[in-house]
């Protein structure tokens, strides 16, 4: 557990290196991503306690989100002057986006296959 | 000082005073409520409509504004839960690495969709909050909604718009997402478990990815590395589109 941790700190702080210094166009943790990626990919596995943190984060990613979604109490008036719109963008947005990625991935799924 | 409590009884203000100035009672507020949201998801039996990280937000936001505590004061306590999220991006490098195996030989269907869902996500949230007259600030924030909180925020900075507003609409797109999928993926006839697992993440990030797990693995699997896929995407190709496109 603990070694995994570290690992991923380790990656964690030099994404953000990165991103402070040569890249600030994307944020650090999605390039401490790829270079965890990159670095799994030339190690060709994934060690026991590495696997164990990624799977606790993965298990429990939503509760990570509340402090930051919190937030929406500063917004409320705001949000409440256009709720109509929010819920409607909303809702037929995710609808969309769900129906288009999993058609264009039957069409061309299919397509491939023969 | 406040001496206008009883004397010899514990001062409550005192107490209050103490407890709201060390991270503890953001913390406890938080974690436990995630604890009420998942207990009250399992006897639900998991049902989507009683997501966890819903009931959580809906509980704290509650309490903090019942005991007048002020947004600012409960997030510099609850920072450190927050600060979590970066370190769970990069241990999204576990499921995508475990992932790109089985990707090979769907890889092209796989971009292509998730390109497709990408642009379906910003460009129909956008068109609708601008038509029904939404505001500058709020059409701002539908732009990174669809790609994982931490990322989406790290967006949102760098596009100048409110990465509050952001992470609540990227929350709220997370939860529809995971409370609508099924109905959406069976009415577009999607059978395919990596294909179902595939569009929930692209469409719906962390919180759909958790629903795609507690459903089926592969499912979980393909989300998780749809919403990998779709925050280093996203945070490359968004920030350079707004800039082109000078929204």
Redesign the interface.
């Known amino acids: 557990m603990i070694s995994g941790l570290v690992q991923i700190l380790v990656f964690q702080g030099l994404g953000e290196l990165i991103t402070h210094f040569l890249l600030p166009l994307i944020p650090g943790p999605v390039v401490g991503l790829v270079l965890l990626v990159g670095f799994l990919a030339l190690r060709k596995s994934v060690n026991a306690s590495l696997d164990e943190v990624a799977s606790t984060f993965s298990q429990h990613f939503g509760l990570l989100f509340v402090p930051a979604a919190v937030g929406v109490v500063m917004f409320w008036p705001h949000l409440k002057a256009h709720a109509l719109a929010i819920a409607v963008a909303l809702v037929v947005s995710v609808v969309f986006t769900i129906a288009v990625t999993a058609l264009v991935l039957k069409g061309l799924s299919r397509g491939s296959r023969q | 000082m406040n001496t206008q409590t009883t004397p010899g009884f514990p001062n409550i203000y005192e107490i209050w005073v103490y407890l709201s100035g060390s991270p503890l009672l ?1 913390l406890i507020l ?2 436990g ?2 604890q009420i949201g998942v207990i009250v998801y399992e006897r639900a039996n998991r049902h989507p409509l009683a ?3 819903l009931i ?2 809906v509980l ?2 509650a309490t ?2 019942l005991i007048g505590m002020p ?1 600012p004061k ?2 510099e306590g ?2 450190f ?2 600060f ?15 992932g ?1 195996s089985a990707m090979r ?2 890889i ?3 971009l ?3 390109l ?3 642009l ?2 910003i460009a ?3 068109g ?2 601008r038509l ?4 500058s ?2 059409v701002g924030g ?1 732009v990174a ?2 790609v994982t ?3 989406a ?3 949102a900075e ?1 596009i100048g718009v ?4 952001t ?8 939860i ?2 995971a409370v ?2 099924r109905f ?2 069976d ?4 059978r ?1 478990w990596w ?2 697992g ?3 993440g ?3 990030h ?2 759909g ?2 629903r795609a ?1 507690s459903v089926n693995a592969e499912a ?1 699997a393909y989300s ?1 590395l ?1 919403m ?1 896929l779709h ?2 995407l996203g ?2 190709l968004i ?2 589109g707004v800039r082109l496109l000078g929204f």
């Open positions: 953001a938080t974690l409520a995630y997501n966890p990280v959580a937000i704290v936001a903090i504004t947004y409960y997030f609850a920072q839960v927050h979590l999220l970066g370190t769970a991006t990069v241990s999204l490098a576990v499921p995508i690495y475990k790109l030989g769907r092209l269907p796989l292509a969709a998730l497709a869902g990408g379906t996500s129909s949230a956008v609708i909050a029904l007259g939404a505001d600030a709020i539908f909604k669809s909180a931490p990322i925020m790290g967006i760098r409110s990465p509050t507003l992470a609540v609409f990227a929350v709220s797109t997370g529809l997402g609508l999928a959406v993926l009415a577009v006839r999607s395919e294909q179902r595939f569009a929930i692209v469409a719906a962390g919180l990815t958790s797990f979980g998780s749809a990998g925050g280093v945070a490359v920030p350079l």
